[in-house]
């Protein structure tokens, strides 16, 4: 039997349902033998993980999911084996944090100011740990009665149009890419059937370390086609679940999405030999 690996999760430090610890159980359940925490923009999972990963003999890789724009398209970015600890990283995380927090409150006075009173803290409530976008403003204005449902929130008022929108900061990919390796880590396109094919392969030729084969959204075409390209231009694989716990769907994915531990040891090597 393949030892089973998940290399993309999420929890509660992000848009995730479960703890740290209620997701290692859950992967203890499913004989899953390693695990990446990658929360969106955040790894204050990480240590919770490891300590209970320590407990069930289940191998835990610090890891990250980093929003970026390129082009107006977003691009999300797999940190994996990233030093938790490094500065730069921590302090990129927080910046990211704190921006997305002014901008929705840039956003909520501008609603203010259309007659739609909504408050800071029943977005925050909305977005728990996760940093503040415009999906939990939505939530909270339908909960307030503001308004009928989620869509008309983007339709009317926060849409890229809306007469409430605010611009987002950015990282481009190629800083991400940076931030990750100077944290030691290594850096993966995440679910590539939502990037255009010369993102992709711009991407690849900066020099990004590998591609997330394998993902629930990838038909058996595109699994087929991203090993390819790894193998075409030496690159790793990675993959995984994309567990977020919010489904019943998404339950049945976890264990069903991985990869073998070989990919692991490979990813290992090279890590080795960016040290040399
Ligand atoms: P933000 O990162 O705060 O700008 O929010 C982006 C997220 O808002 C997207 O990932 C979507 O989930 C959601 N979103 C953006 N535009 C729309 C739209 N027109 N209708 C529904 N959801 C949207
Ligand atoms: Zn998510
Ligand atoms: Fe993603
Ligand atoms: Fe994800």
Do not use: W
């Amino acid at each position: 039997m393949v030892n089973k690996v998940d290399l993309h999760t999420h929890t509660i430090y992000s848009d995730g349902n479960l703890t740290p610890k209620e997701l290692l159980n859950l992967a203890n359940e499913k004989e899953i033998k390693g695990i990446s925490i990658t929360d969106h923009d955040n790894i204050l999972g990480i240590k919770e993980a490891q300590f209970y990963g320590d407990k069930l003999g289940i191998e835990v890789i610090p890891g990250v999911e980093i929003s970026t724009d390129i082009e107006d398209f977003e691009v999300h970015l797999l940190g994996l084996f990233i030093d938790i600890n490094n500065i730069e990283l921590n302090k990129y995380l927080n910046f990211f944090r704190e921006e997305r927090y002014y901008r929705a409150k840039r956003i909520i006075k501008k609603l203010r100011n259309i007659g739609l009173p909504i408050a800071i803290e029943d977005v925050e409530l909305k977005a728990k740990n996760s940093a503040i976008g415009r999906p939990h403003i939505a939530k909270a204005m339908v909960e307030q009665g503001l308004i009928q449902n989620y869509y008309e929130a983007f339709e009317k008022y926060i849409g890229d149009n809306g007469p409430a929108y605010e611009k987002k900061i950015h990282i481009s990919p190629i800083s991400a890419l940076k931030l990750i390796n100077d944290a030691n880590g290594l850096c993966f396109i995440a679910h590539p059937n939502y990037i255009k094919e010369n993102i992709l392969i711009f991407l690849i030729k900066s020099g990004i370390d590998g591609i997330e084969v394998v993902h629930p959204s990838h038909k058996k075409f595109q699994v087929r086609f991203y090993r390819e390209l790894v193998n075409h231009y030496c690159l790793l694989e990675t993959g995984g679940s994309d567990f977020h716990g919010q489904t019943k769907n998404d339950e049945d994915n976890f264990g069903k999405y991985y990869i073998s531990y070989q990919k692991v040891s490979a990813m290992k090597k090279m890590l080795i030999k960016h040290k040399i």
